[in-house]
T-cell receptor, first 113, second 112 residues
Framework: EADIYQTPRYLVIGTGKKITLECSQTMGHDKMYWYQQDPGMELHLIHYSYGVNSTEKGDLSSESTVSRIRTEHFPLTLESARPSHTSQYLC????????????FGPGTRLTVT | QKEVEQDPGPLSVPEGAIVSLNCTYSNSAFQYFMWYRQYSRKGPELLMYTYSSGNKEDGRFTAQVDKSSKYISLFIRDSQPSDSATYLCAMRRSGGYQKVTFGIGTKLQVIP
């Protein structure tokens, strides 16, 4: 089983609040990713990182931001949550040249009221 | 047009049946083809991957890639209730970092 963790698993929060979704992996992987998954839709890449101090935006425009200060940690922050941010957020990591094999965390289901 | 097309199902089969799951794609540059399995309320987990064309077998699972038709398949033999999950195909180009493009996923239910 992959050693990648996400907290919280479920979050219900009011509009305008600042939230941080945590993601940590213990596999020493250099690459980490954040995906958004909505019912009946594909996984959409919103952020990725090649390593410490490296972050890039993905294909899907997102108002969230990320940071990568430590190899194992890749938090995602929403400064002001809105109902349109309601979704499932999945964190993943991969190591070496094997970008095809991504290990996913269990996800955070975010509901903004 | 989506780069990867996958029928979302749901697909219901009796236990012991052979299941065929499929995806088509439009980008001929894709070289790595993966199948992920996602149980309810869990993240996807890699089931199998294939590089370029051909078949790959792992226990009850067989992955096939036909690049000439831009068509990939996953076969599950002797399906079990524990196979009930959503199966996502995924693919990427080779070389350096390339993003992975996922299908929408097919929901499979194996009925005891």
């Amino acid at each position: 089983e992959a050693d990648i963790y996400q907290t919280p698993r479920y979050l219900v929060i009011g509009t305008g609040k600042k939230i941080t979704l945590e993601c940590s992996q213990t596999m020493g992987h250099d690459k980490m990713y954040w995906y958004q998954q909505d019912p009946g839709m594909e996984l959409h890449l919103i952020h990725y990182s090649y390593g410490v101090n490296s972050t890039e935006k993905g294909d899907l425009s997102s108002e969230s931001t990320v940071s990568r200060i430590r190899t194992e940690h890749f938090p995602l922050t929403l400064e002001s949550a809105r109902p349109s941010h309601t979704s499932q957020y999945l964190c993943a990591s991969s190591g070496g040249t094997s970008a095809y094999e991504q290990y996913f965390g269990p996800g955070t289901r975010l509901t903004v009221t | 047009q989506k780069e990867v097309e996958q029928d979302p199902g749901p697909l219901s089969v009796p236990e012991g049946a052979i299941v065929s799951l499929n995806c088509t794609y439009s980008n001929s540059a894709f070289q790595y083809f993966m199948w992920y399995r996602q149980y309810s309320r869990k993240g996807p987990e890699l089931l199998m991957y294939t590089y370029s064309s051909g078949n790959k077998e792992d226990g009850r699972f067989t992955a096939q890639v036909d690049k000439s038709s831009k068509y990939i398949s996953l076969f599950i033999r002797d399906s079990q209730p524990s196979d009930s999950a959503t199966y996502l195909c995924a693919m990427r180009r080779s070389g350096g970092y390339q993003k992975v493009t996922f299908g929408i996923g097919t929901k499979l239910q194996v009925i005891p």
